[in-house]
């Protein structure tokens, strides 16, 4: 993967955050108010078809009273048992039958039927249809139920007034001897019912009876000419209930509840786009505020990223800085937060690096110094001179064992000690060097002095800065030895105390006063350069692992102890 | 440091303040916008052939424009001259409509000429124009919805041979001359009687009832081996009812009109007419505002849409379909309220 800045990283995954949230929130909200919007639109539309039904039902059932009142008539039944028409009896339930129809205004006309040529209307004053079809008074066989001797028909044309066809509900009680008794409902009555309840826009209610004829249809004429399509069959297998269903390009919610009484069912036609056409807007508004809020959130991320990236970028460069050597810097951050404590954190690393740095380069100083001041020590010209002149003499007195001696003693020395390898030998070399060192002054001095030498076995190999003997046992022999009165003697001692090296160098010479001591280690006296040259390399090369420790007595002599970490070939 | 946070802060507080603004202004202005695609409805200018609900066909065409409206969301605006032989005024009309530059027009053409310039006048500026019922010597019209006239005469003519005796005697009485649905009526029912039929020279009544009554009269004194008519329209078919009624001679001259209305179906029940052919008036004006719906929508409408005629006899015409067809609902009684 492309690296990529903290920035770009901060922005995109805040704005991720913030996207999937809002995407999800938006969605599943969305999703439930959907579900809500249906459902509650689902139970509203059941509840009002439902009562629709029950008005319709009520409607019907008190019309069907009314058909049994009137068929109870005295003289109704007398007028239609009587075997011959009755011109009085015609006479009284005309003026009954328009009397039945003023009772209410949604009745149309009532008849009563002996036979085809015998037909009493409530209508008089409008007369009866002359070219009337036989056929047509039958129309209510198909709706007749084993349960109701009244037979409802579905919205059907009246023609049997004269130059009257007028749209009705028929309810009809006929006699086995095809004797009936009919009141029709006006259909404006039914229709005005339906035609009031609106399911959304376009929404729609429509009344189905049970042998499939539609009662009342918004749009009958598309219906019967198939350009538009119901799902009356599904619809009427449903009888109570919702269905769901594909018509044409719309998705169509159906409600159903069906009558028991009348057979009639009444449907609620609703479309799902319209059921939703609120929650699009719901939609619109919440995809806006959500595009406002991420908007919101970039730009925060924008700021909030730029208060934690710039203040890194910052110490970025600085380290880049650094990286090229350059020390001499102060970062200064520009934020309220926990990156000022890293700066300042950083400051105070350079800092100290700085000052390492500054140490590093005194001590590199310093040991090239006390290097100088070692090889001027082995290359002290008076010693050189002084042993010269013994192998001179020697030389004279014809004494040559002697003069080889010293002379393979002085080689032995030098190579040792002014060789320019490396800082670290072996105790054995170390050892060697001292004692060629001591074999010179010995047969320079003769009796005045003595010197032994005993290393531990076992420790010979052992390793160690070169040089640290030679001139610790120089000191001991001109400040310790020389100046006292008669021999003296000098010890170099080599053992090994757990992880320490012990060397010691212990004379019997005239020893220091506790005043001497002191100024002895106070550094830069100049007093005794070997000593304090010993010591510096001691720390320089060792650090606080390495020690030197001085005592003396007046009068008795010094001990020289040096305390080594103890190295082989092996550790090392 | 703290100038940082504090600026921050008052940014927080400027975003806070944006989206309040937002949520007060833009929000209900949209929702407002939206509902406005509801309450703004396109207006549609509906020139009829004749605009006074006289006829029973157009009563209904405006009915079926009507309840399309209502569907499909538009706002109607019904016109047209006092009768449909008032060509001149239908022409200023249609110029009229155009100026007033309505959404869309649909025309029943009074004249299958002279309207084509108003038509291509309404293309040119850009409004969208269906023609129905009666159409025009043009392509200009984007949709062409009603019956198919030939197709109608054709019925008219095999309903009239069940009807009639073999090779009859039949006259043909016309409407308007010259206009599309009289001469395409003619040619199917001339294609289905040639040969089968003796027919007349073709008559015309200027859809005029009076002047059917009269040239049926003298069809009927002149002919006396007629053995059918063939009436096409409604004015036309009243007229040869009444003039057949009168010569008691509907027994023996069957009679197939085109049409509807309600004297015509009296006449069926009466038996004087044997036969309608009945176009679908309802739907054709259903149709003609649903397609103008689906050309302002950009959708595709087919350029020819036939609405189809059905053929009624006394048998069938209480029917539900069909009554559904023949009687519509009287609107003007309302009763409970």
């Known amino acids: ?572 | 440091m703290k100038q940082s946070t504090r600026m921050i802060a008052g940014l927080a507080v400027l975003v806070a303040l944006a989206l309040a603004t937002f949520a007060l202004f833009i929000v209900p202005g949209f929702l407002s916008a939206a509902e406005g695609r509801y309450q703004g409805r396109p207006k549609v200018i509906v020139l009829l052939k004749e605009n006074n609900s006289a006829m029973t066909f157009w009563k209904i065409v405006r009915e079926g424009a009507e309840s399309a409206a209502e569907d499909v969301n538009l706002d109607l605006d019904i016109r047209g001259p006092d009768n449909e032989k008032a060509v001149d005024q239908q022409i200023q009309q249609l110029d009229q409509a155009v100026r007033e530059k309505p959404a869309a027009i649909v025309l029943a053409a009074t004249d299958f000429l002279r309207l084509v310039p108003g038509v291509k006048a309404a293309r040119s500026a850009g409004i969208p124009i269906v023609t129905m019922d009666s159409f025009i010597a043009s392509d200009d019209a984007l949709s062409q919805i009603g019956t198919d006239s030939v197709a109608m005469g054709a019925e008219a003519a095999r309903s009239l041979l069940k009807f009639a005796a073999l090779k009859p005697e039949v006259a043909i009485l016309s409407h308007i001359r010259g206009s599309s649905t009289a001469l395409d009526r003619e040619k199917g029912a001339q294609e289905v009687l040639k040969g089968k039929a003796t027919v007349l020279p073709v008559v015309y009544s200027g859809a005029d009832i009076a002047t059917a009554y009269r040239l049926t009269q003298e069809i009927l004194a002149t002919h006396p081996n007629l053995g059918g008519i063939l009436a096409m329209n409604e004015p036309t078919t009243q007229g040869v009812i009444r003039a057949l009624r009168e010569s008691g001679r509907a027994n023996s001259i069957p009679l197939v009109g085109i049409d509807q209305s309600f004297e015509l179906l009296k006449g069926l029940e009466e038996g004087v007419l044997r036969s309608l052919m009945v176009q679908q008036p309802f739907n054709m004006g259903y149709l003609s505002v649903v397609s103008v719906r689906n050309l302002l929508d950009h959708k595709s409408v087919p350029r020819n849409q036939d609405t189809g005629s059905i053929e009624i006899t006394k048998e069938n015409m209480f029917l539900p379909a069909n009554e559904q067809r023949l009687f519509p609902f009287d609107e003007a009684q309302p009763l409970l309220k």
């Open chain 1, 1 to 572: 993967m492309k690296p990529r800045s903290i920035r770009t990283s901060l922005i995109l995954s805040f704005t991720l955050v913030v996207v999937l949230s809002i995407l999800i929130l938006g969605l599943s909200s969305g999703l439930v108010f959907q579900k809500n919007l249906l459902d509650n639109n689902q139970s509203s539309t059941l509840q009002l078809v439902g009562q629709l039904n029950r008005v319709l039902d009520g409607y019907i059932g008190y019309m069907e009273d009314l058909v049994l009142v009137a068929s109870g008539n005295s003289d109704v039944r007398a007028y239609l048992e009587s075997p011959a028409e009755d011109p009085v009896l015609r006479a009284r339930v005309s003026v009954f039958l328009k009397n039945l129809r003023t009772v209410r205004r949604d009745i149309d006309s009532v008849f009563v039927v002996r036979s085809p040529n015998e037909i009493l209307t409530s209508e008089a004053n409008v007369g009866l249809n002359p070219f009337l079809d036989q056929r047509q008074l039958e129309w209510y066989l198909p709706y007749l139920k084993t349960n109701s001797s009244i037979a409802v028909s579905s919205a059907r044309v009246e023609n049997l007034l004269a130059d009257r066809y007028t749209w009705v509900v028929s309810l009809a009680r006929p006699s086995p001897d095809q004797k009936i008794v009919q009141v029709d409902l006006n259909y404006a009555v039914i229709r005005d019912l339906c035609k009031a309840l609106q399911l959304g826009r376009t929404g729609y209610v429509y009344i189905v009876n049970s042998n499939g004829d539609l009662v009342y249809h918004p749009r009958q004429q598309l219906v019967y000419s198939k350009i538009r399509e119901e799902k009356t069959s599904e619809v009427l297998a449903m009888k109570n209930g919702t269905l769901t269903t594909q018509v044409g390009d719309r998705t169509v919610v159906y409600t159903a509840a069906t009558s028991t009484h009348t057979g009639w069912t009444v449907v609620g036609v609703s479309f799902l786009d319209e059921v939703f056409s609120s929650s699009r807007d719901v939609f619109t508004t919440t995809s806006l505020i959500a595009l406002g809020s991420l908007l919101v959130a970039i730009l925060l991320a924008w700021l909030v990223s730029r208060r934690i990236s710039a203040p890194i970028e910052e110490l970025r460069r600085s380290m880049q800085k650094i990286e090229t050597g350059d020390f001499d810097i102060e970062i200064s951050v520009q934020a309220d937060n926990e990156l000022t404590q890293l700066a300042n954190d950083c400051n105070l690393a350079i800092k100290t690096i700085r000052e390492l740095m500054l140490d590093n380069e005194r001590e590199q100083e310093n040991k090239r110094r006390q290097d100088l001041l070692l090889l001027q020590s082995q290359i002290n010209p008076h010693f050189l001179y002084n042993t010269l002149d013994s192998i001179v003499w020697m030389c004279e007195m014809e004494d040559g064992p002697g003069a080889i001696k010293m002379t393979t003693a002085l080689a032995k020395f030098f190579r040792l000690g002014i060789s320019r390898g490396s800082d670290i030998l072996t105790l054995k070399d170390e050892a060697g060097h001292v004692e060629s060192y001591l074999q010179i002054q010995k047969m320079r001095y003769g009796d005045k002095f003595e010197y032994s030498i005993k290393i531990d076995d076992g420790i010979r190999e052992a390793l160690m800065l070169r040089l640290l003997l030679q001139p610790l046992v120089e000191n001991a022999l001109y400040h310790g030895i020389k100046p006292k009165e008669g021999p003296g003697r000098i010890e170099v001692l080599g053992h090994r105390e757990g992880a320490n090296l012990m060397l010691t160098i212990r004379d019997d010479g005239v020893g220091m006063s506790s005043v001497a001591l002191e100024r002895l280690q106070n550094p830069g006296s100049q007093v005794h350069i070997g000593l304090e040259n010993v010591q510096e390399r001691i720390r320089i090369f060792y650090g606080t692992e390495g020690g030197l420790e001085v005592n003396s007595t007046p009068g008795k002599g010094t001990e020289v102890r040096l305390t080594l970490p103890f190295l082989t070939t092996e550790l090392s």
